[in-house]
C-alpha cells in the first residue's frame, strides 16, 4: 500500500485492508518526502520481494502508476501533485495526518520540492501500453481535489468511478475498493466464479428493497451481471441503464452491463429475473429464478437460496 501525501504507511486505510484481508500480507511503508527518494524506495522493495498487488492512494498513486509489471490500483490518482499543491495552499510547513516511524510530525513544501514532483510525474504513463491490463484506476465522484479521470483513460481503459471522496474511508474501501481486489485475485488464481445475471425492471429497481446490498453480497461469490433490455428505435436508453448502474449499484457491476433483448441467448448460470415472459427470460438456458414468485418474493430469499448453493 502506498500511500498518499502528508499520510504514512499507519493509516485507517491500511488497518482496514488487514482487517478485511488477514489472509494477506499488506506492506505499507512510510514514504519519504522527496519524490526521488520515494520512487528509489518503492523500485527496491519491489525488485527485492515479489508482490502480488499494489494499491496507491493521490500521490502514491501516481507513485504506483510507474511501478510496472504488477497488478496496480491507484485510488484517485494525483498525476499533478505540484499543480494541486499550489492550488490547495500545500507550500509551506505541513501536518503529518498519520504517525510516522520516525516520529516526525511536519515537512517542509518548498518550491524545490514542487519541482521535484513535477519531474517525477513527468515520466508516468512512459510504459502504459505494456501494462494497460495491469491497472485499474478509481475516482471518488466527490473528490474535489484530483480530478485525473479523463487523463488516466487517455493511457488505460479501466477507469471506474465511485461512490466516495479524496480520502478512502471504510466504506469506500468495503464497496468500491475490495470488489477489484477480488477481480485480481481471482484473475492471478484463475478462477472462475458462477456467471449470474440480473434483469433491470421496475419490480426491481423500484419496488424491491436491499437491491444494492444484495448485488454487492452476490458479487463476493458470483460473477455478477446486469442485463438490461430495451426498445430498438430508443438507444439512448442503453446509456441511461448504464448510468443507473453506476449510480446505484456502483463498482460491483462495473463494465458488466450487457443490452439485449433476446435474453434466452445470455450464456450464464443463473438469470434473476421479475419478468420471464418478457424477451426470453423463460426460455434462458441456465438457472431462472423469477423475483417476485412465491419462492422469490424478496432479495432475503433470493440471499437465502445462494447462500445454501455456497457458490455453486
Known amino acids: 500500500y502506498v500511500h498518499g501525501f502528508a499520510s504514512s504507511g499507519r493509516n485507517g486505510s491500511v488497518k482496514t485492508l488487514r482487517l478485511l484481508m488477514p489472509q494477506a500480507k499488506v506492506i505499507a511503508p512510510d514514504l519519504p518526502v522527496e519524490p526521488f527518494d520515494a520512487m528509489e524506495l518503492l523500485r527496491n522493495m519491489l525488485a527485492s520481494e515479489k508482490h502480488d498487488l499494489i494499491i496507491g492512494t493521490s500521490m502514491g498513486a ?4 510507474m511501478l510496472y509489471g504488477v497488478d496496480r490500483i491507484l485510488v484517485n490518482p494525483a498525476f499533478q501533485l505540484a499543480d494541486t499543491l499550489l492550488k490547495n495552499n500545500g507550500l509551506g510547513r505541513q501536518e503529518y495526518h498519520n504517525p510516522r516511524q520516525d516520529g516526525e510530525t511536519s515537512f517542509l513544501v518548498t518550491k524545490t520540492l514542487l519541482e521535484h514532483f513535477r519531474e517525477v510525474s513527468s515520466h508516468c504513463f512512459e510504459r502504459a501500453a505494456e501494462d494497460h491490463d495491469k491497472v485499474f484506476g478509481l475516482y471518488g465522484i466527490h473528490d474535489t481535489l484530483v480530478h485525473t479521470f479523463d487523463l488516466f483513460s487517455e493511457h488505460y481503459p479501466q477507469a471506474i468511478r465511485f461512490d466516495g471522496e479524496h480520502y478512502l474511508n ?12 477480488q477481480w485480481i485475485d481471482d484473475r492471478q488464481r484463475n478462477i472462475q466464479k458462477p456467471v449470474l445475471f440480473i434483469s433491470l425492471s421496475d419490480r426491481i429497481i423500484n419496488h424491491s428493497s436491499g437491491f444494492a446490498k444484495s448485488v454487492a453480497t452476490l458479487a463476493a461469490n458470483y460473477d455478477v451481471h446486469i442485463v438490461a433490455s430495451v426498445p ?25 452491463v450487457t443490452v439485449t433483448n433476446h435474453k434466452n441467448l445470455l450464456l450464464a448460470d443463473y438469470l434473476i429475473d421479475a419478468e420471464p415472459d418478457v424477451n426470453g427470460a423463460s426460455d434462458f438456458m441456465g438457472t431462472l429464478i423469477h423475483f417476485g414468485s412465491d419462492a422469490f418474493k424478496t432479495w432475503e430469499d433470493v440471499l437465502t437460496y445462494f447462500d445454501r448453493l455456497g457458490g455453486q
Open 62 to 65: 501516481m507513485y504506483t502508476e
Open 170 to 181: 471504510d466504506n469506500a474501501i468495503l464497496h468500491s475498493v475490495l470488489p477489484v481486489i
Open 232 to 256: 430498438y428505435n430508443t438507444p439512448e436508453l442503453c446509456q441511461k441503464a448504464v448510468n443507473w448502474c453506476e449510480s446505484n449499484l456502483g463498482v460491483p457491476v462495473w463494465n458488466r
